[in-house]
């Protein structure tokens, strides 16, 4: 990171379109100009990791699930991760306790239809609460290296709210 807040365009950079995003966080928490960044546009795990192994890229940012096996094999080395904690099986560490105040999870939810009615939504709820409990998610997730963590009601709008502030700051120092 301090190469890249030095000479933001002289560190190439792999990452997809929305991996920029938390890149540009962490250039700012280091002192660097985001919109200076060097990024070469690569969609997935496995164009990065060519272009890694290739010597075209020097650093790539992505999801951990894409590059899990290649870590794990010790082809490719973690830097840190962007995760409250670290991530169980790996020793890498967080963006904080590299000295960077940036954390960003890479989440998915389930949306409804604004007049959706409150038994699809308790359904869906129950559901999806049923599903991360299961043997078959809980392998999934270990392999993937996917941390659950299941919110609903509130805590996710909560979760939502702060994430939006997030993003809004470092859309604001993205490059353009």
Not at 70 to 90: C, K, Q, Y
Not at 144 to 165: D, H, R, V
């Amino acid at each position: 990171m301090a190469a890249v807040a030095s000479n933001p365009s002289g560190v190439v950079v792999g990452a997809a379109h929305d991996d920029e995003l938390p890149f540009s966080l962490l250039v700012s928490a280091a002192g660097g100009d985001p919109s200076a960044v060097r990024y070469v546009t690569q969609e997935g795990g496995r164009e990065q990791i060519a272009a890694l192994l290739g010597g075209e890229i020097d650093v790539a940012i992505g999801g951990v699930s894409e590059f899990v096996d290649r870590l794990a094999s010790g082809d490719l080395e973690g830097i840190g991760v962007l995760a409250d904690n670290r991530i169980p099986g790996f020793d890498v560490p967080t963006a904080r306790e590299l000295g960077f105040d940036v954390t960003l999870s890479n989440w998915r939810g389930l949306y409804g239809p604004p007049d959706m009615p409150v038994g699809a939504v308790d359904y869906w709820r129950a559901a999806l609460g049923k599903m991360v409990d299961t043997p078959t998610w809980k392998q999934i997730a270990e392999r993937s290296k996917f941390t659950t963590t299941f919110t609903i009601g509130e805590e996710f709008e909560t979760f939502l709210a702060e994430t939006q502030k997030d993003v809004e700051t470092g859309l604001q120092a993205a490059p353009r």
